[in-house]
């Protein structure tokens, strides 16, 4: 009966929204006559239904046609000209997020007050806001400063990440599936970028530096939809305030900082980047001494510092109609938690521990536009198809390294193919797409269809499906999510 009455008050909502939608116009709103100020953004609904059932390492479980999402947003966007050269940005997001209230079974119920971890400042599971970027931007002649807090993207790869590292990720809401620019952490930074003056190559210099924010990547905690860490709720509790402890602080010595060079030679584009700085994700190390929160679980998390090099690459190729492009990076002293045979036995002083090796990873991927007449005469097909490979490099002899590659997640390399196919239909009214991402080390990823039907400049509807699969030892980027298959409906109104 309460999914039935969850169900129609869904509908209502889209039905009203749509009503609202169909009188308003695209454009952003301007707060003054000569549109130095403007607002603009969307409302979004996301509403999902399970379609696998689910059990958590406690014995709760979630089953099919329980409700996976629903989750409304308010996106907001300010623009402010203060001069010919100084603009000032700002954007906020707040969302209400509670699909759990909505079942009625057995699923781990999601606290008012629970957080992500582990933070700093970790939002509020249910409902949060927060002012997600505000930045100065100042362009005196050829050089470009952006101050504040921000995005900095760099790289050519769709699903996966390798040149974009500046920014962390935020997978506790939806995983890796949103676009990155919805899920990447804003960083308080400053970023300088120099034009060199009537340059042949479109020479550019890039130098970025983060003073002292450093955030990892936040996760869901247990009973959530996205929680990865597949331990009964007790024990990620204990592991959520050993690791809270253990972030490091917000000082100069744990700042990041680097830079890129970009240029044009002919009709390749080219770059090369270098950014150290500490990694986003922890690796463990056993403790039995008094500086462990719970003796129960003698263990610390650490995150030390990393260099990554790289270069990326982008050209078209006129004769063959396609853009090929490509990343490679090589990360000096890659932190790998390691555990001896005894499998974590903490009576043991070299049960576990981490190792650094170094690693290299690269990318080649191409973009076509290809007509299939019998299924659309209209509009080409856009095809994206990528190779992501990553190499572990250096002999182990401190024990087994926990790449996550792997079935047993041991593994010294990691191989993933994704391909993306999308088109259009009714004048661009009608948008279906295809992803699927799959690692053949792990045997995981995932497949996403959905159809946008966007009616009007301000109104889209998207209708979609995704298949989530891994093995049973949860290795791999999607392994630790897998059974959580959904069927999904988003409404996005836009001003």
């Known amino acids: 009966m309460m999914k039935k009455f969850s169900l129609s008050f869904v509908f209502l909502g889209c039905f009203a929204v749509l009503l609202f939608g169909l009188q308003c116009t695209a454009d952003a709103f301007s707060l003054d006559e000569n549109d130095r100020y403007q607002l603009g953004g969307y409302i979004e609904n996301f509403t999902g239904l399970r379609l696998s059932k689910h059990t958590y390492a406690g014995g709760e479980s979630a089953d099919v046609g329980d409700f996976a999402a629903f989750r409304t947003t308010l996106f907001l966007d300010f623009s402010a000209q203060i001069s010919s050269n100084v ?91 949103p676009t990155w620019e919805d899920i990447r952490i804003p960083l308080q930074m400053i970023d300088m970028v120099y034009n060199v003056p009537g340059s042949a190559h479109n020479l550019k210099f890039e130098a970025v530096w983060n003073p002292a924010d450093f955030r990892p990547t936040q996760i869901a905690p247990y009973g959530a939809i996205w929680d990865p860490v ?157 190779w992501f490979q990553k190499f572990v490099l250096g002999s182990d002899v401190s024990g087994k390294l926990r790449t996550g590659f792997g079935d047993d997640g041991d593994n010294r390399s990691q191989t993933i193919f994704s391909l993306l196919i999308n088109t259009e239909y009714m004048d661009g009214q009608i948008k279906p797409e295809v992803l699927a991402v799959h690692s053949v080390t792990e045997e995981c990823g995932f497949f996403d269809f959905h159809v946008a039907w966007e009616p009007t400049y301000t109104l889209r509807f998207t209708v979609g499906v995704r298949d989530i699969w891994g093995n049973n030892n949860l290795t791999g980027i999607w392994g630790p999510v897998k059974d959580n298959d959904m069927g999904y409906l988003k409404m996005r109104w836009s001003f």
């Not at 906020?92 to 781990?108: F, I, Q, V």
């Not at 997600?132 to 005196?140: A, C, G, H, Q």
């Open 87 to 177: 603009k000032f940005k700002s954007i906020g997001r707040g969302y209400y997020d509670n699909p759990y209230s909505l079942n009625s079974n057995s699923d781990p119920q999601i606290k008012d007050t629970e957080h992500q971890w582990p933070g700093p400042h970790p939002l509020t599971m249910k409902q949060d806001f927060d002012l997600r970027e505000y930045y100065l931007v100042i362009s005196p002649g050829d050089f470009q400063f952006r101050i504040g807090r921000q995005q900095i993207v760099w790289g050519e790869t769709d699903a996966l990440r390798m040149a974009d590292i500046i920014n962390p990720l935020d997978l506790s809401w939806d995983w890796s599936f």
């Open 230 to 386: 597949g331990l009964p709720g007790f024990l990620v509790d204990m592991l959520k305030d050993q690791q809270q402890h253990d972030l490091p602080t917000r000082s100069l010595k744990n700042g990041a900082g680097g830079g890129r060079i970009k240029g044009q030679i002919g009709n390749w584009a080219l770059s090369v980047f270098g950014y150290y700085a500490r990694v986003q994700d922890y690796v463990l190390k056993l403790d039995v001494g008094p500086n462990t929160i719970n003796p129960g679980l003698p263990m610390h998390f650490y995150w030390p510092h990393v260099l990554n090099v790289g270069a990326t690459f982008n050209v078209e190729s006129i004769a063959l109609k396609t853009i090929f492009r490509g990343e490679c990076a090589y990360t000096f002293d890659q932190p790998f938690t390691t555990s001896a045979a005894n499998n974590f036995n903490f009576a043991d002083p070299a049960a576990f521990d981490y190792d650094e090796k170094d690693t290299f990873a690269f990318m080649l991927g191409f973009d076509r536009n290809t007509w299939i007449r019998f299924l659309n005469d209209n509009k080409t097909f856009y095809i994206s198809g990528q």
